[in-house]
């Protein structure tokens, strides 16, 4: 089975870059396609971006492209988020987690993270 921790979250102003990690024990990871969501207070949970099992694939959503970009190391079991000319409302807590297929929909992953919080100050 596996288990993804997230990491790199943190507080940096409005124009600043973060990179997020997403590390998963488990085998079966290099398996799954995995996907990047965020959740602002009082609002849904929203898709950021995804990737395939391969790598060959990735999806952004549109508030993000541009500017963030997901990647996968094999060999390290683990999935980045470089996020770059970070706005206010990037502001959320961000979420990794895995599926057989990169969807958009938050129900296509069966894995989640426990998050890491970003904050971008204006």
């Known amino acids: 089975q596996v288990q993804l921790v997230e990491s790199g979250g943190g507080l940096v102003q409005a124009g600043g870059s973060l990179r997020l990690t997403c590390a998963a024990s488990g085998r079966t990871f290099n398996n799954y396609a995995v996907g990047w969501f965020r959740q602002a207070p009082g609002k849904e949970r929203e898709f950021v971006a995804s990737?395939?099992?391969?790598?060959?694939?990735?999806f952004y959503a549109d508030s993000v492209k541009g500017r963030f970009t997901i990647s996968r190391d094999k060999a390290r079991n683990t999935v980045y988020l470089q996020m770059s000319s970070l706005k206010p409302e990037d502001t959320a807590v961000y979420y990794c987690?895995?599926?057989?297929?990169?969807?958009?929909?938050?129900?296509?992953?069966?894995?989640w993270g426990q998050g890491t919080q970003v904050t971008v100050s204006s």
């Open positions: 987690a895995a599926g057989p297929v990169p969807t958009v929909v938050p129900t296509g992953y069966d894995t």
């Open positions: 990737i395939s099992y391969n790598g060959g694939n990735t």
